[in-house]
């Protein structure tokens, strides 16, 4: 017998950060796949601040029904542990893991039946490297919060997150992950369209 093949299907999918060194490698793999791609980040049109609330909303209002959601997006401070402010890892938790957190809930509210939300940590939920801490929490964060969450989205709806090391693209961060290896755009991009066009939920793909 042979494995049963889905159809392929040409998708409506935002992607959330699509300017950023990920956000651009993802969007670019999915149009190839042949979906239809919105790209938003702050400095698109489309525009979305993940800090606000109410232009992730809006967002959500204006782009319409969707078939698929993917987050980039997200910043978070780097600094010694004994440094590190309650401001600081507010400031973590707002962007890089209430901001996605928030896409989700407009998300469920907004995608088709059996589509999916694709959300982005890190290599340093498992890693640790220097200055770190703040990532870590943010991204841990992240993929705990995918495991469970999963189990309980609507109409068939499929939640994971893709977690990259340092990047090929990224040479100026290089130094800051001594002796890992640099992942391509090419290994990125299959872990986004894995996310996007397979089976898999309450995942956490590494890369």
């Known amino acids: 017998m042979h494995p049963v093949r889905r159809k392929a299907t040409v998708m409506k999918v935002l992607v959330i950060g699509a300017t ?20 938003a980040s702050r400095s698109s049109e489309p525009s979305v601040d993940l800090a606000d609330s109410a232009s992730v909303a809006a967002l959500f209002d204006a782009v319409g029904p969707l078939d698929a959601v993917v987050v980039t997006a997200g910043g978070v401070p780097f600094k010694p542990v004994t440094e590190l402010t309650r401001e600081d890892y507010a400031d973590a938790f707002a962007v890089k893991t209430l901001g996605q957190l928030d896409v989700v809930r407009h998300a469920f509210d907004h995608l088709n039946a059996d589509g999916s939300v694709t959300l982005t940590s890190g290599v340093l939920s498992r890693e640790p490297i220097a200055t770190a801490a703040a990532a870590a929490a943010a991204n841990g964060a992240i993929e705990s919060f995918v495991t469970t969450a999963a ?7 499929r939640l994971n997150v893709v977690s990259p090391d340092v990047l090929e693209n990224s040479p100026h961060f290089h130094a800051t992950f001594p002796g890992h290896r640099p992942v391509s755009d090419e290994e990125v991009a299959r872990a986004f369209v894995r996310a996007v066009d ?3 939920t309450g995942r956490t793909i590494i890369v």
């Open 151 to 157: 189990t309980e989205a609507p109409r068939g709806i």
């Open 20 to 39: 950023g060194n990920i956000g651009r490698v993802a969007a670019s793999a999915l149009e190839k796949q042949g979906h239809e791609v919105v790209r």
């Open 198 to 200: 397979g089976v898999d």
